[in-house]
């Protein structure tokens, strides 16, 4: 009988070597696509900023719009939704898989290390902003803002005080942004009111610095930015994670110079609003293809 992976509740789930082997990590090329997922559009901010920053990669892109947001979602059904999301990236070869969003970054990051191995590298949000913080910010007070998932699992807390920096992180849930996102209400007397509710929150005063939380919340950034009249850094992980990725591939000798790099965009629920969205991020036409993750 093989062995499994447990997940949160005592999910089993069967380990990797009882998957179909697609294919072996000496068959990865610096030609082979960057995987990319999120529940729905916020991690396109982090596939946008990876776009700009190495414009030769392909990426296959996954929005797991059937199960948004992961916010509110629990713990071991996040892990079973990327567990899931990963088999369909490592189909497509992809040499990295970057978890685009911070909910499934703290539920669901060490069991996809462990599931995936060595067949692609796995790069989570959190990692990257969390030093980014410690190297330019001790003995300072940042905000965070983000889901209930992020904020209450302290993944930030608890990594930032590993580093011993004097820092103190004030966290605040923000649960009604990433729906408001996800259906538009953004730029109007809506999301600035939700956006006045939260961000006078005491939690968040006297802060140097505001971490963006969620990979949803670089779509409201110039919304946000007015309330702190540009006296504090506003901090999302795109372009931090973007350089991470590069450095990464650089460091493995895995950057890509295709010409012609392709992208692809897999949705597991099909919404004109999220297809709306790809076109405007990457300007050119984008046509989503369906991908339940059960069939």
Known sequence: M?????????????????????????????ESPIGIFDSGIGGLTVAHA?????????MVYFGDTAHLPYGDKSEASIQAYSV?????????????????????????????KEYVRKEAKIINVIDPMVELIINRFEGKKIGLIGTKRTVQ???????????????QLSSLATPLLVPMIE??????????????????????????ALILGCTHYPLI??????????????????????????????????????????????????????????????QEEVHLQKHPLWN
């Open 84 to 112: 899931k999301i990963a088999d369909v990236l490592l189909k497509k070869e992809c040499k990295v898989i970057v978890i685009a969003c911070n909910s499934a970054s703290s539920a669901a990051y060490e069991l996809l």
């Open 183 to 208: 259906e538009g209400f953004i730029h109007n007397k809506i999301s600035h009111d939700i956006l006045e509710k939260y961000l006078t929150d005491p939690i968040l005063n006297n802060i140097d």
């Open 221 to 282: 950034k110039n919304e946000i930015s007015p309330f702190y009249s540009q006296h504090i850094s506003i901090l999302d992980s795109s372009e931090v994670v973007a350089l991470a990725l590069k450095n990464y591939l650089a460091a493995e000798g895995l950057v890509s110079k295709n010409p012609n790099p392709k992208h692809q965009f897999l949705v597991s629920d099909y919404t004109d609003s999220f297809e709306a969205s790809t076109r405007i991020f990457f």
């Open 2 to 30: 093989g062995s499994f992976i447990f997940l949160g509740n005592n999910v089993p789930l069967p380990k990797l070597y009882l998957r179909c082997n697609f294919f072996k990590i000496l068959n990865t090329r610096s």
């Open 153 to 167: 699992s302290a993944i930030y807390a608890r990594k930032i005080a590993e580093a011993n920096k004097n820092i």
């Open 50 to 58: 990876i776009k700009q920053m190495l414009p030769h990669e392909s």
